[in-house]
């Protein structure tokens, strides 16, 4: 049995195991993190034995120093009495003797959205030649993307498909592991001029071939056949799940491009899914040779928008240089085709970001999401435009759909974590920020929401051990701004301004936002300096700032009418 992930249901209780949320009858149920972690393992491996064993090293690693017995036995105490579970007579945990735990209940595995879901595994070369790698993989990127774009299915991300390469597991297997309802998969040759496609798709539950078909066309229409493999899927889909729903779902149509543009374009759109400042530099010199080409190609000049913010946004570009250009191409795409999602999403972005007209980036985030109910990245950023308006009720649901399309790679999760901080969900925060971890060992940003969270939580001893491993993992400008700003509220002021005087040198290299000076200043109650470094960032339109009522760096800050004063400049909502 395939261990269960996402939303199930036992008896008269929904658990979110990747959310570690417990609910009845839609209310959520208090039980403490370590208990919580337990009953997302039993639940997890549900019908299988779990040995005390295994429940250690999930809650105290290899530490030795724990009466850990004790505290296995405490956590499964915990559960079972707000399940309202007997020892004597389980219906949900049993007892195994010397051995462990079983969880014994039928689970139902809850739907993770009312359409049906599909995933695209990566297609398989059959070049055999490496160098054809990136025709492939393109062909996918193109295929999900056309995909998310069709309202009668949902399919996951690419990035969460992507440890699947090459892999040879059962098809339905890989459906129950990811939750979808179909999975497509594929091959491509490339020989010449000409490109062979074929796909199949697989549904699940039970599992059955429901359509396959080889497409051969030359090269300047393989885009082209790409959206017309993207309908036929959906309209297999529709009529074997949702009958009602059969309809071919509506499309604009796709202009057959150059060949060497048709090229050109796959391998762009691969590199600048590598997400590094390497890919997206290659990409974006990809992109700027079809504008120059093809500047009637609106995809292309879409993709090179993409690139120019996503350089700016990670600081690899000065964003007051790149951001006017991302904005004019964007809006230069969308002027020849008005149906293109990620257009509307990058404009959403720039209208934040280079004009702080948070209403226009909440129109166009939604055209995005209207146009490209898959997109994940579009979810994510409505997340956090709701968030800056004060709907976290609505942040939080955007969150969780992001999460559900994306599962799998680390800036989704670390967002989540980000998020569901900023919404003040500590302890929801701090389960996504540890599995964040589990997943990605040696990413940084989950040690800072683990850090806040227990921070916020009142646990100020743990706090300090999270932000002092971020610091170890890298010194960089956030890592010594929060740690200072804990250190100089415990009273460590000496170790809180020697942060400080490191921050400085990274500021004279330009490493490092204003806002985080903000964060020590306000730790040692220097609120005139903190607020001098605020307005330094409001001058250059730092887009930290838009952060700024959810920053818990800031929080001594909150009372002072200054405070206030520049939240309605920016306009975002109060914390």
């Known amino acids: 049995m395939a261990a269960h992930r996402g939303r199930v249901a036992f008896g008269e209780f929904e658990l979110d195991v990747e959310g570690e949320t417990l609910y009845r009858s839609g209310r959520v149920l208090k039980l403490r993190p370590q208990p919580m972690r337990v009953l997302c393992l039993l639940v997890g491996q549900a019908g299988k034995p779990v040995c005390r064993e295994t429940i250690r090293r999930l809650l105290w690693g290899e530490s030795t120093f724990v009466d850990y017995d004790v505290g296995v036995d405490y956590c499964v105490y915990r559960i079972r009495s707000v399940l309202g579970d007997k020892a004597r007579s389980p219906r949900f945990i049993e007892t195994l003797p010397r051995r462990g735990y079983r969880f014994i209940a039928p689970i139902r595995r809850e739907r993770a959205f009312n359409e049906p879901t599909l995933a695209v595994l990566p297609f398989v070369n059959l070049n055999r030649d490496p160098g054809k790698d990136y025709f492939a993989d393109g062909v996918t990127d193109v295929l999900i993307a056309e995909l998310a774009c069709i309202p009668a299915v949902r399919v996951l991300s690419r990035q969460s498909v992507l440890h699947l390469k090459g892999s040879e597991r059962r098809i339905g297997e890989i459906a129950r592991d990811l939750g979808v309802d179909g999975v497509v998969e594929g091959a491509v040759l490339h020989d010449g001029d000409r490109a062979r496609v074929t796909a199949q798709l697989v549904l699940a539950e039970p599992e059955r071939h429901a359509w396959a078909h080889t497409y051969d066309c030359d090269l300047s229409a393989v885009l082209t056949t790409q959206r017309d493999l993207a309908r036929a899927i959906a309209g297999c889909v529709a009529t074997a799940l949702r009958p009602a729903d059969a309809a071919a779902p509506r499309q604009a149509a796709a202009q057959p491009v150059a060949r060497d543009i048709a090229e050109l374009f796959l391998n762009a759109r691969v590199e600048f899914e590598k997400m590094s400042a390497e890919g997206i530099g290659k990409a974006l010199a990809g992109f700027r040779e079809i504008a120059l080409r093809a500047p009637d190609f609106a995809p292309g000049l ?131 920020a540890r599995r964040t971890i589990g997943r990605f060992p040696d990413s940084l940003q989950p040690y800072f929401v683990l850090g806040w969270a227990a921070w916020r939580q009142g646990r100020a001893q743990e706090a300090v051990a999270s932000l002092e491993t971020a610091l170890a993992h890298s010194r960089e400008a956030l890592s010594l701004a929060y740690l200072g700003h804990m250190y100089a509220q415990l009273g460590r002021t000496d170790e809180a301004r020697k942060l400080l005087r490191e921050l400085e040198q990274r500021r004279a290299r330009g490493q490092a936002p204003p806002t985080a000076f903000a964060a020590i200043h306000a730790g040692l109650g220097e609120a005139d300096a903190a607020f001098e470094w605020l307005e330094t960032a409001y001058r250059l339109r730092d887009g930290h700032l838009f952060w700024l009522a959810g920053d818990p760096g800031l929080d001594p800050l909150h009372a002072d009418a200054r405070f206030a004063d520049l939240l309605r400049r920016i306009g975002v909502a109060p914390a």
């Not at 409505?382 to 939080?396: P, V």
């Not at 969780?400 to 800036?411: D, H, I, Q, S, T």
């Open 302 to 432: 879409v993709w090179y928008s993409a690139c120019l913010y996503m350089l700016g946004y990670w600081g690899h570009a000065p964003a007051g240089e790149v951001y006017p250009s991302a904005k004019r191409l964007a809006l230069q795409a969308l002027a020849i085709d008005d149906s293109l999602a990620r257009a509307h999403l990058v404009l959403a972005w720039m209208n934040l970001l280079l004009d702080w007209d948070l209403s226009a980036a909440m129109l166009e985030v939604r055209r995005a999401i209207e146009l490209g109910p898959s997109e994940s990245d579009a979810h994510a950023f409505h997340s956090t435009l709701l968030c800056f308006a004060g709907s976290k009720s609505e942040s939080a649901e955007a969150v969780e759909y992001m999460l559900k399309l994306n599962p799998a790679p680390l800036m989704p999760n670390q967002y989540a974590a980000w998020m569901f901080l900023h919404l003040g969900q500590y302890a929801r925060a701090e389960a996504q």
